[in-house]
Nanobody
Framework: QLEESGGELVQAGGSLSISCVAS????????VGWFRQTPGEERKFVAS????????LYADSVKGRFTISRDNAKNTVYLRMNFLKPEDTAVYYC???????????????????????WGQGTQVTVSS
């Protein structure tokens, strides 16, 4: 199971960190992704991190502003969001799956269908 937390209302230009805590056994074998969704829209890829934390991927819309990281000792993945924009407003979901090492050279870690386990989401609202 995955549980997100930390979502809140922030002003544009501000920063926020959200967390994803896993109760999955052997969490360190799983890659984790963050996705976000707004009403009426599909859930979209934000960032992903490999099981060891040595590979990361970002959507172009957040590259340079968001940072994904993980602490396997705490079964937790973080998403640090800087220079937030109103268009970052969404429900943010974390998801976990096994991603082969060579798949990090492909779009596999960006694809929603790749992920098998999902959290319930946390709301991030950025005011203008």
């Amino acid at each position: 199971q995955l549980e997100e937390s930390g979502g809140e209302l922030v002003q544009a230009g501000g920063s926020l960190s959200i967390s994803c805590v896993a109760s999955i056994p052997t969490f360190s074998v799983y890659a984790v992704g963050w996705f976000r969704q707004t009403p009426g829209e599909e859930r979209k890829f934000v960032a992903s991190i490999s099981r060891a934390g040595d590979r990361t991927l970002y959507a172009d819309s957040v590259k340079g502003r968001f940072t994904i990281s993980r602490d396997n000792a705490k079964n937790t993945v973080y998403l640090r969001m800087n220079f937030l924009k109103p268009e970052d407003t969404a429900v943010y979901y974390c998801a976990a799956t096994v991603v082969p090492t060579d798949a990090w050279n492909t779009d596999v870690p960006r694809v929603r269908a790749t992920y098998a386990v999902w959290g319930q989401g946390t709301q991030v609202t950025v005011s203008s």
